[in-house]
């Protein structure tokens, strides 16, 4: 592993202190012994063990540094329950994550209904032992930093003292690890240890491979409501929340109440959108190798059936519907009638709020909202794609499952902008004075950079990228900025609002041998 490699790190100065000082190290953080106080999980309690919302006491994080240096994890805790969470995750590692094996033992001894997780890279099974001891209800096993055997050691010392074993994934090949144990309590991780990047439509890739009975978890990058309805969409019955409750508590009872509808709503849709371009993702990827997948690819702008199917057959992910006026702007009734012969999920475009020149709402733009909503409700469309200037923070409150098209005027812009967008993934399109989309311009190099540099200082996220696409032009845009999706419309029309056959096969061919 790489000097780079952050759990690495982690885990090498984990067993130095394991070498040091044993896996109790209470009395070096000045816990005495007569203060512990055992986890009482068992039976019952173990299986109704996390409910819909974990929140985590900590204190900072690799990637973030300080979170909140000074936190009393009595209090924190305290106003978790008042909140409404339904356990709580307490980090004991002390040199990346400011943790202390005191905080569970003052946790437990003022909530003893409260049920605790110990988060923390356990590799002992004297780890479990203590875990028990300052009374934690459950522990966190971390697939990646342990090898099967002592995975399944450390599992049969949890069930031995009655704690839950939260087993904790992030990749297919852990999930293969981890099968032959069938755990009944998984996290899949949105973050990479390794890296500390998130990606939150990780759990809805991984999910379908978790094929034993078990209750999922998702773990990392929650802090909008929007975050949660990804979670629950990808059929995650439970969050475990950290740096987002640590800064703001508020946020925990809108967090709550959407898991609680987690069980009631699977299923409630038979392509659910973020689920979809996981899965899908994750297919090119199996199908081309690593680094060799193409993006996934939408095409927007249909007006007709013929070119949608086309479109489809020639490889198509997505398929765009504009509902905003617009030449291109598809006939009243397309989505109902197509959604039937496709395979491939409909996307509607809307324009919300002041047009772009800044002269008001236009009636046709909140009519074709309305619209939308009204075929995303009936299943007709899988999501709905927002420009506009409108903020994209709350985009929930306007349709779901959604995005936000953004359109940067420079470097500062699209920080801003991106910034303020919830959710998994933002569309970045070419920048127009007068036009919402739909122009051919290609997005400029100075903003691209910027949006990649953002990215990874965000430590999520992946490029979406719309804006002057044709078959001459993608090869090098995919080498270039490495986009996880690119739209793509008016480079491939032979008029306006018509695609060419011809332009969309040398579209896909480009896209097969770039």
């Known amino acids: 592993m790489t000097g780079g490699d952050i759990l690495s790190r982690i885990v090498a100065r984990r067993r130095e202190r394991l070498r040091g000082t044993g896996p109790d190290d209470g009395p070096l953080q000045g816990l005495d012994r007569e203060l512990y106080a055992r986890g009482r999980l068992g039976g019952d309690q173990i299986r109704a063990f996390p409910g819909p919302l974990i929140c985590e006491v900590k204190r900072r994080s690799p990637s973030r540094g300080d979170i909140k240096a000074n936190l009393n ?7 978790y329950f008042r909140k409404g969470a339904s356990a709580v995750s307490v980090l004991t590692e002390q040199d990346h994550f400011g943790g202390a094996l005191a905080d569970i033992v003052s946790v437990r001894r003022a909530l003893p209904d409260l049920p605790i997780l110990r988060k923390d890279f356990l590799l002992e099974p004297e780890d479990v032992a203590v875990s028990w001891n300052l009374g934690a209800d459950a522990v966190l096993l971390i697939a990646g930093v342990l090898s099967f055997d002592a995975l399944a050691r450390l599992m049969e010392e949890a069930r031995r003292f009655g704690l839950a074993a939260l087993v904790e994934v992030h990749t297919r090949e ?41 209750k999922i978890v998702f773990e990392s990058g929650i802090f909008t409501r929007e975050d949660a309805l990804v979670a629950r969409e990808s059929g995650c019955s439970s969050l475990l929340v950290g740096e987002a409750a640590v800064r703001d508590p508020h946020c925990i009872p809108a967090l709550a109440a959407v898991m609680s509808k987690a069980s009631s709503d699977r299923g409630a849709r038979p392509v659910p959108f973020w689920r979809y371009c996981a899965r899908r993702r994750a297919h090119r990827v ?105 903020s994209g923070e709350n985009i929930s409150s306007l349709a779901w499952p959604a995005f936000k098209a953004v359109r940067p005027s420079s470097p500062q812009d699209a920080r801003h902008l991106l910034s303020r967008c919830a959710g998994p993934r933002v569309l970045v399109d070419a920048y127009d004075r007068h036009r919402s989309g739909g122009t051919g311009t290609a997005v400029s190099e100075e903003v691209l950079a910027a949006v990649c540099d953002l990215f990874g200082e965000r430590f999520r996220g992946a490029l979406w990228l719309a804006g002057g696409l044709s078959p001459d032009t993608v090869g090098a845009v995919i080498e270039r900025w490495h986009p996880e999706l690119i739209d793509a419309s008016s480079r491939l029309e032979e008029r306006v609002g018509k695609k060419s056959g011809q332009l969309l096969e040398s579209f896909f061919r480009a896209l097969e041998t770039g």
């Open 73 to 79: 994890p009595l209090e924190q805790a305290k106003t």
């Open 286 to 390: 199996v199908a081309a190798g690593p680094g060799r997948a193409r993006p996934l690819v939408k095409i927007c702008g249909i007006t007709n059936g013929e070119d949608a199917l086309l479109a489809q057959d020639l490889g198509a992910d997505i398929l765009g519907l504009v509902y905003a006026e617009s030449p291109r702007r598809a006939p009243e009734g397309l989505a109902r009638e197509m959604a039937g012969l496709l395979s491939v999920p409909l996307v509607g475009v809307v324009v919300e709020g002041p047009e772009p020149a800044g002269f008001g709402a236009n009636p046709a733009n909140a009519r074709g909202l309305e619209q939308a909503r009204k075929d995303l409700e009936e299943g007709a469309l899988a999501a709905i794609q927002f420009h506009g200037q409108s």
């Open 174 to 214: 852990e999930v293969e690890k981890i099968r032959p144990l069938a755990p009944a309590l998984v996290g899949i991780n949105c973050r990479d240890l390794r890296t500390f990047q998130v990606d939150l439509l990780r759990p809805a890739e991984l999910m379908d491979y978790v094929d034993w009975p078990a």
